[in-house]
């Protein structure tokens, strides 16, 4: 007689399936890992695109520095790097940029846009706008790139930004045609003239000033025509002008005069 066989009491495995998935799970990270381990970081690549982010959220961060006077220091404070100062320098920029490819060539003027302790300038070389010992600007190309950073200064300066034109000459005395007697003149109303197209063209006339600075503030020698070259120049400055510091320095001036 058969005997009956005996029920298996272990218990069950799991389903075919569920192993089948397993595998392919571990298959799956074993190979991602493979990946991230043959995998190399570019530093330098890396490290060029936080500077191009850096550049465009900031203000021309690690620009040149320009030497300023004792008393523009204390009445002057630096621009907060906001998202509309930003916004504007990149349209300054990129004006500059257009200016230069558009005229002679691509290889136009060396107009500039750079950073100083008080804000931004741009350095615009008088040789390109104004003819020697004159003050007027016939230039088209001149008049449009100004209407242009006009445009720019309406609709993405912020207000509490103000705009000095300054004028600056080489040390060669005008020409006696010229109705200028010396570089003080010269320089100053070179600077008016600019300040007047941006007038005309709708900057608001709270934030502009002008001054004038002669052949006493050369950034270049005057030994030789190059350097004259760029000693004759117009910069359109940016800054952030407090008037509780302004008010501070003419309360401390008369008290020592009293």
């Known amino acids: ?8 009491e272990c218990p069950e495995g799991l389903p075919e399936w569920l192993a089948t998935f397993g595998d392919l799970m571990s298959l799956l990270l074993c190979f991602f890992v493979l990946l991230l381990s043959m995998s190399t970081m ?12 850096a550049g465009a959220l900031s203000v021309l961060e690690g620009g040149a520095q320009t030497e300023i006077s004792k008393n523009r220091n204390q009445i002057a404070t630096p621009i907060e790097k906001t998202q509309e100062t930003a916004q504007t320098v990149n349209k300054l920029s990129k004006a500059i940029q257009e200016f230069r490819q558009f005229t002679a060539g691509g290889k136009g003027p060396a107009i500039t846009l750079e950073e100083g302790e008080e804000g931004f300038f ?3 070389p008088a040789d ?4 020697p010992g004159s003050a007027e600007i016939n230039n088209e190309d001149s008049l449009l790139f100004l209407k242009r950073i006009s445009l720019i200064i309406k609709e993405y300066l912020p207000k ?3 705009i000095q034109i300054k004028g600056f000459t080489d040390n060669t005395l005008p020409p006696q045609t010229s109705p200028y007697s010396d570089n003080w003149e010269l320089s100053a109303a070179r600077a008016l003239s600019v300040l007047k197209i941006l007038l005309k063209n709708g900057v608001n006339p709270k934030q502009l000033s002008a001054a004038a600075y002669g052949e006493y503030h050369p950034i270049a020698s005057n030994d030789t025509p190059e350097g004259r070259a760029k000693n004759r120049r117009v910069e359109i400055w940016f ?5 509780e510091l302004q008010q501070n320095v003419k ?3 008369l008290d020592k005069v009293k």
């Open 1 to 8: 007689m058969a005997k009956k066989k005996c029920k298996c």
């Open 42 to 53: 570019n530093a330098k690549k890396v490290q060029e695109a936080i500077g191009s982010l």
């Open 122 to 124: 741009i350095r615009l």
């Open 128 to 131: 390109i706008t104004f003819k």
């Open 160 to 162: 509490n930004i103000e």
């Open 239 to 243: 800054f952030a002008k407090k008037k």
């Open 251 to 253: 309360k401390s001036v």
